[in-house]
């Protein structure tokens, strides 16, 4: 089983910060990661998919890095409505990392 | 407009059996690979298992392999999971989701909640 490991677990920044996550895999994934966005209450949201795809409706602040096991989401200037948990998950025998809550400073 | 929409959740006890639904619409259901996600209360996102378009290759997680039962009705647009000998560890909200290309998953229902206690 390929494990994901996020850090920080916790993020505490303000709005208009640059916000950087981190998703490392035990084995390579090649280019087959994915991000979500999770707030309370509600279903996970795509953000990120291959690696540095940007799903439908996702704004452009938002963008994803890496191959082989080291990966980054980047929110370049973070918005109020971006204060969330996220997960980031690979293909192969699905997993997901344990989550990077993301909380205003 | 994607939608999809689990019914079935709710208060069983361990050892107990419950179907699981989820309809779908906005899409060409029998084009796409489903899949069940799972959340503990105040816990991460687990894979539970998967359905290739035609139901012929189905995959699981290793806790829920020989009790949990992936299936589709293309007919009906439905995806469902069959889960029986319930465990208490087995309580989560149950996430229906379309699988995209065998690498993510790119929508995603509101979740149904399952609880199992005695």
């Known amino acids: 089983e390929i494990v994901l490991t996020q850090s920080p677990a916790t993020l505490s920044l303000s709005p208009g910060e640059r916000a950087t996550l981190s998703c490392r895999a035990s084995?390579?994934?090649?280019?087959?990661l994915a991000w979500y966005q999770q707030k309370p209450g509600q279903a996970p949201r795509l953000l990120i998919y291959?690696?540095?795809n940007r799903a439908t409706g996702i704004p452009a602040r938002f963008s994803g890095s890496g191959s082989g096991t080291d990966f980054t989401l980047t929110i370049s200037s973070l918005e109020p409505e971006d204060f969330a948990v996220y997960y980031c998950?690979?293909?192969?025998?699905?997993?997901f990392g344990q989550g990077t809550r993301l909380e205003i400073k | 407009e994607v939608q999809l929409v689990e019914s079935g959740g709710g208060l069983v006890q361990p050892g107990g059996s419950l179907r699981l639904s989820c309809a779908a619409s906005?899409?060409?259901?029998?084009?796409?690979?489903m899949s069940w996600v799972r959340q503990a209360p105040g816990k991460g996102l687990e894979w539970v298992a998967n359905?290739?378009?035609?139901?012929?290759?189905?995959y699981y997680v290793d806790s829920v392999k020989g009790r949990f039962t992936i299936s589709r009705d293309n007919a009906k647009n439905s995806l469902y999971l069959q889960m029986n000998s319930l465990r208490a560890e087995d309580t989560a909200v149950y996430y229906c989701?379309?699988?995209?290309?065998?690498?993510?998953?790119?929508?995603w229902g509101q979740g149904t909640l399952v609880t199992v206690s005695s």
């Open positions: 906005g899409f060409t259901f029998s084009s796409y690979w």
């Open positions: 084995q390579s994934v090649s280019s087959y």
């Open positions: 989701a379309r699988f995209r290309a065998t690498t993510h998953f790119d929508y």
């Open positions: 359905i290739k378009q035609d139901g012929s290759e189905k």
């Open positions: 998950q690979q293909r192969s025998k699905i997993t």
């Open positions: 291959d690696a540095s």
